[in-house]
């Protein structure tokens, strides 16, 4: 099954590719390495607000970073010339999650991402991943996540 029928199973339709908001590329290439720059939370085409912690629950935070997933996924479309079979692998996940200091459930926030990118991308999305917990993102986002990606 292909990345984009694997897409369509999940009855997932991918996104506009977010614009900067700052001083930045969205997505930046060195050989066959693909850098995506931070993709925030967003719900309903908004910057999706909150602390892990305080006013936002680890299910909750684990939808918003799968939400990220989505948009990251369409902006590694747009970085591969509109072709996700160009993918080879999905090396590394860092995740930023907006929470209290005594939160530790970070990690099980990302997995929202690191799930949705096993499923679509197969083997070949396995990666290596980190997850902080953060004071503060911009915009109060409650997750923020970059990737890095192999591509052919």
Not at 40 to 60: C, F, R, S, Y
Not at 89 to 99: G, P
């Amino acid at each position: 099954m292909s990345f984009y029928e694997k897409l369509n199973a999940l009855n997932i339709t991918l996104p506009v590719v977010a614009v900067p908001v700052a001083a930045y590329v969205m997505h930046a290439q060195m050989g066959n390495t693909v850098f995506l720059s931070g993709h925030i939370a967003k719900k309903d085409g908004k910057v999706w607000v909150g602390q892990l912690g305080k006013d936002m629950m680890t299910a909750e935070g684990n939808l918003a970073a799968r939400a990220i997933a989505i948009d990251m996924i369409a902006t590694l479309q747009d970085a591969c010339g509109g072709d996700l079979n160009r993918v080879k692998r999905i090396v590394k996940v860092m995740s930023l999650v907006n929470s209290t200091p005594d939160y530790t459930e970070q990690h099980l926030v990302t997995n929202g991402a690191s799930e949705l990118i096993a499923e679509v991308f197969g083997a070949q999305g396995k990666h290596a991943r980190s997850a902080f917990g953060v004071a503060q993102i911009p915009m109060g986002a409650c997750v923020e996540i970059e990737m890095i990606v192999e591509i052919a």
